[in-house]
Structure formats: structure tokens, C-alpha cells
């Protein structure tokens, strides 16, 4: 059988990018544009600029994806795009430039959605088995995410407030680091000789929920005290005790929900987890455990769209196809 070849389009937020991906699991290219640079003097992702920047590359981007892939437009057998969740303007620019390619090619278009695509990264450089468990975690979302078998995601917790990038950038802004922040203080917690112990929120017994504005809100109030009574801070000692109340949350949890579902594999995903911390102690309370633990590599972990047509592939295979009237849905839930 020829394996489907599928050019992914992802644009969900600051990153414009486009792949093309064989058979679900080989990446023949995945081009990837950066917006940073352009938001970073605003200290966050600015919705109106990131669509702008996305029209002005879009074509380009998938032009190198397909000349990369050494593939041509001619040989795609449908075109992949990230449906949701993520900025609505954003996410528009590349189900327009989808469609469009869709129908001047007369190939399949697939809807897809951005937590499936996150997940299943790992597919491009891992053999995944079921029943797994995959733990998302950046700037937008936290989430605990059972997959029973191929293709099906249940979410069995999720963030109630903050999503942990999220706390993460603004902990550094706080302490005036640069966007976004989760480095920063990833480094900053590793140089640290002290810690200041924080509070965790476990939330329920039983919930696999997460909260992190609570930790988020006992950082700011310990820099303004340190502030106004004039004291100076132990910068390094604060990040230790926000990512460790972070990890801590993330990890015990995340093994909880291993335990219980009886699954064979934790994969961990999402930008977040580029963190040296949680990588390492996830890795330490996973072989306790004698569970797998798969972690994409950076590049697969942060927004792109090799991840976007790995997800594709399973719906292709089912012939689960959208029409030119898919709309864009910034909420779209998984
Ligand atoms: O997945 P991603 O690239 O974009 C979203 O879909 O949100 O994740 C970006 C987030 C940012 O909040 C960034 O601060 C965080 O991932 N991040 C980190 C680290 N590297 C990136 N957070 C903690 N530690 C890191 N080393
Ligand atoms: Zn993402």
C-alpha cells in the first residue's frame, strides 16, 4: 500500500509552519517560523500582529515545506490543518490557505486539533502502544489526557485557571526576564543554592484537576514584600520553590492517573516540557514506576506542524474528512 502523504498547516498562535508528513510517522519536512522576536517587546503574544505575521509568510512556509520534502504538490493526498483551539485570527490564515490548496488540488481536507497534534508528535520518533497517558503542558494548556486506543482522548484533568506556561511567563515577567519566560526561570531554578518553599494545590483527593494562580499570586505577593520593605530578593531561591511546587503537582499526579488507568505509556508534551526539572523527575518517578516515559524532542514539543500531520494521518486513514465549510473554532475542544 502507498503511504498517504499529508502537508499540515499549523498557525494556532505565534508560530506559522508547515510539514509534510509520509505515513504518519516519517517527516519529510516541517518548516517553522518564529514570531518572538516581533512579540517580545510586548511581553506576550499579540493576537492582531500574530495574524498579520502569518499572512505575510504562509505561502512561503508551505512553498519550502513541499520543495523540502522533495515531494511536489502534485503527490499530496490531502491537506492537514490545526482547526482549534488557539487565537481566532490566527488559526484562520491557515484554514484558508488549507482550503485553498485543498480545492485547487481536489484532495481531502482534515480538520484537526491541536492537543491530538501535540500528542501525537511522539508518533514521529516513537512507537506509541495503548492504553497511554499524555500529560500537555504549555502556554496554553494542562492537561491530563487518557487515549484508550488509536485516536480516542479523554480528558480525565485540566487546568482550572492558569495553563502552566502560562504561570511560568508571568512569574518571569514579574522578575522582569524576557518572554517568554519558562527558560528563565528554568535556569534561574537550577542555579539556585536555597529554595523558598511554596505552597502546592492538590486540589480534591481524588481530582486530577490543576491550579496554578495560587502559586502564581504567593510569587507576586513575595516580590512585592521583598520590594516594599526594601529587602533584596533571592531571585534564584523563588524560581526553585515555583518549580518545584510546579513539578511536584505535575509528577504525583500525572503517576496517580498511570496507576489507575493501567496505561503502558506517559508521554509528555507541549513546549513546557522542554523544562530540565520536570523531564527529570517525571523520568525518575516513571522508571519507580516501570513505566515508558516517551518526551518528543524540543522542536516536536513546541507548536509545528509535523505534530499536526502525524494526528491527520489517523483520520485519514478513517476517511474522517471535513468539507471547504470547516470553520476555524478558537475553543474547540478535544
Ligand atoms: O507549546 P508552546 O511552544 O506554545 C503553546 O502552544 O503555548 O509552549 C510555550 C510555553 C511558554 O509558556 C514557555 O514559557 C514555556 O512553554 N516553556 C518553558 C520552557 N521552555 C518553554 N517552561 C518551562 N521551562 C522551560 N524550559
Ligand atoms: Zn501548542
Known amino acids: 500500500m502507498n503511504e498517504e502523504l499529508i502537508l499540515a498547516i499549523e498557525t494556532s498562535c505565534d508560530e506559522t509552519s508547515a510539514a509534510v508528513i509520509r505515513g504518519g510517522k516519517e517527516t519529510c ?21 500574530a495574524s498579520r505575521k ?17 515531494y511536489e504538490a502534485k503527490d ?25 490548496l485543498a480545492l485547487a488540488l481536489n484532495i481531502p481536507l482534515i480538520a484537526t486539533h491541536h492537543i491530538a497534534g501535540h500528542i501525537y508528535a511522539s508518533r514521529l520518533e516513537h512507537e506509541m502502544a ?62 539556585a543554592e536555597e529554595e523558598l ?20 499570586s504567593a510569587v507576586l505577593a513575595a516580590i512585592n514584600q521583598h520590594r516594599m520593605k526594601g529587602i533584596e530578593l533571592n531571585e534564584a531561591a523563588l524560581a526553585k520553590g515555583f518549580q518545584q511546587s510546579v513539578i511536584d503537582v505535575l509528577v504525583t499526579k500525572a503517576l496517580r492517573a498511570a496507576k489507575q488507568y493501567h496505561v503502558k505509556q506517559l508521554i509528555l508534551c507541549g513546549g513546557v516540557a522542554a523544562n ?20 518528543p524532542s524540543p522542536k516536536l514539543c513546541t507548536d509545528n506542524a509535523a505534530m499536526i500531520g502525524a494526528a491527520a ?18 475553543g474547540l475542544s478535544l
Not at 519536512?29 to 500582529?49: K, L, T
Not at 499572512?55 to 522533495?70: D, F
Not at 483551539?85 to 488549507?98: I, K, Q
Open 276 to 295: 530540565r526539572g520536570l523531564r527529570a523527575e517525571l523520568a525518575t518517578a516513571c522508571d519507580r514506576a516501570q513505566l515508558e516515559l516517551i518526551v
Open 313 to 330: 494521518s489517523i483520520k485519514y486513514r478513517l476517511a474522517q474528512f471535513s468539507g471547504l465549510d470547516m470553520k476555524a473554532d478558537p
Open 54 to 70: 502569518h499572512v505575510e509568510t504562509i505561502t512561503r512556509i508551505i512553498e519550502t515545506a513541499i520543495k523540502e520534502s522533495g
Open 76 to 100: 499530496l493526498s490531502a491537506i492537514a490543518v490545526t482547526e482549534g483551539p488557539g487565537l481566532v485570527g490566527a488559526l484562520l490564515v491557515g484554514n484558508v490557505a488549507a482550503k485553498s
Open 29 to 49: 519536512s516541517n518548516i517553522v517560523s518564529s514570531q518572538i522576536d516581533v512579540h517580545e517587546r510586548f511581553g506576550g503574544v499579540v493576537p492582531e500582529i
Open 197 to 216: 518553599v511554596l505552597p502546592r494545590a492538590w486540589l480534591e483527593q481524588d481530582s486530577y484537576d490543576f491550579s496554578f494562580s495560587g502559586l502564581k
Open 130 to 191: 495503548f492504553p497511554s497517558l499524555a500529560l500537555v503542558v504549555s502556554g496554553g494548556h494542562t492537561e491530563l489526557v487518557l487515549l484508550p486506543q488509536e485516536g480516542v482522548f479523554h480528558i480525565v484533568g485540566r487546568t482550572r485557571d492558569d495553563a502552566v506556561g502560562e504561570a511560568y511567563d508571568k512569574v518571569a515577567r514579574a522578575l522582569k526576564l524576557p518572554y517568554p519566560g519558562g527558560p528563565h526561570i528554568d535556569r534561574l531554578a537550577h542555579e
